[in-house]
């Protein structure tokens, strides 16, 4: 099922129509975990990283409004080991193409570790996968990489969450086309799309 923005419904209110969701964790995939720490890095030192993923600020500001409205509701934000293998390496690539000057890129890097630790530890880890659960997958070597695959087996075969907020366009079709699932998916570009209807 695909999280849904309404003209006539405030946001608000409209996070009532998912609460069956939200008794569950979140589980954060690479995209949004990389808008939800990094942004909050270059808020506060005024830096660029985000542009590397192609978010913003703006963007920022918007992921921080989603996720107040899912708070309301406690729930704990996950991650696979995947996808936090994702995040390392696109701030390391992503400190290495900002800052060219290996000194200054060393820096800003050590800067980055030191902000984002205290972020990370609040997050929860799903670790319970081998990998027999990857290669029996019905997407293995195929069009999902291995932290979306995590994922899939974190929600479908562990049932330990029941929201994914992604970014990715085959994770979003892989739930949206199944009409059944009990799991919920949040597309942040389906949302940013429609950014106008939160309120400032």
Same mark, same amino acid.
């Given at each position: 099922?695909?999280?849904?923005? #309404?003209?006539?419904?405030?946001?608000?209110?409209?996070?009532?129509?998912?609460? %069956?969701?939200?008794? =569950?964790?979140?589980?954060?995939?690479?995209?949004?975990?990389?808008?939800?720490?990094?942004?909050?890095?270059?808020?506060?030192?005024?830096?660029?990283?985000?542009?590397?993923?192609?978010?913003?600020?703006? +963007?920022?500001?918007?992921?921080?409004?989603?996720? #107040?409205?899912?708070? %309301?509701?406690?729930?704990?934000?996950?991650?696979?080991?995947?996808?936090? #293998?994702?995040?390392?390496? =696109?701030?390391? +690539?992503?400190?290495?193409?900002?800052?060219?000057?290996?000194?200054?890129?060393?820096?800003?890097? !050590?800067?980055?570790?030191?902000?984002?630790?205290?972020?990370?530890? !609040?997050?929860?880890? !799903?670790? +319970? *996968?081998?990998?027999?659960?990857? *290669?029996? =997958?019905? $997407?293995?070597?195929?069009?999902?990489?291995?932290?979306?695959?995590?994922?899939?087996? /974190?929600?479908?075969?562990?049932? /330990?969450?029941?929201?994914?907020?992604?970014?990715?366009? $085959?994770? %979003?079709?892989?739930? !949206?086309?199944?009409?059944?699932?009990?799991?919920?998916?949040? #597309?942040?570009?389906?949302?940013?799309?429609?950014?106008?209807?939160?309120?400032?």
């Amino acid at each position: 099922m695909l999280f849904e923005l #309404h003209k006539a419904i405030p946001p608000s209110l409209l996070i009532t129509n998912y609460n %069956k969701f939200l008794k =569950h964790n979140i589980l954060f995939d690479t995209g949004p975990l990389f808008l939800y720490i990094i942004g909050n890095f270059d808020n506060k030192n005024k830096t660029r990283l985000l542009s590397l993923f192609g978010y913003t600020l703006d +963007d920022f500001n918007l992921l921080m409004k989603i996720i #107040h409205l899912f708070r %309301k509701s406690q729930c704990n934000f996950v991650i696979t080991p995947y996808i936090f #293998h994702e995040l390392i390496k =696109h701030i390391q +690539d992503g400190c290495k193409k900002v800052y060219c000057d290996t000194n200054q890129c060393k820096k800003i890097t !050590e800067e980055v570790s030191k902000f984002i630790k205290p972020i990370l530890e !609040e997050i929860q880890e !799903e670790k +319970d *996968m081998v990998k027999e659960d990857f *290669m029996n =997958h019905s $997407h293995f070597l195929g069009k999902l990489e291995v932290g979306d695959i995590s994922i899939d087996i /974190v929600d479908k075969q562990r049932q /330990v969450c029941s929201v994914i907020f992604t970014d990715d366009k $085959h994770i %979003k079709e892989e739930y !949206e086309d199944n009409k059944n699932t009990q799991i919920l998916v949040i #597309h942040f570009t389906s949302i940013r799309n429609n950014a106008f209807l939160f309120p400032d």
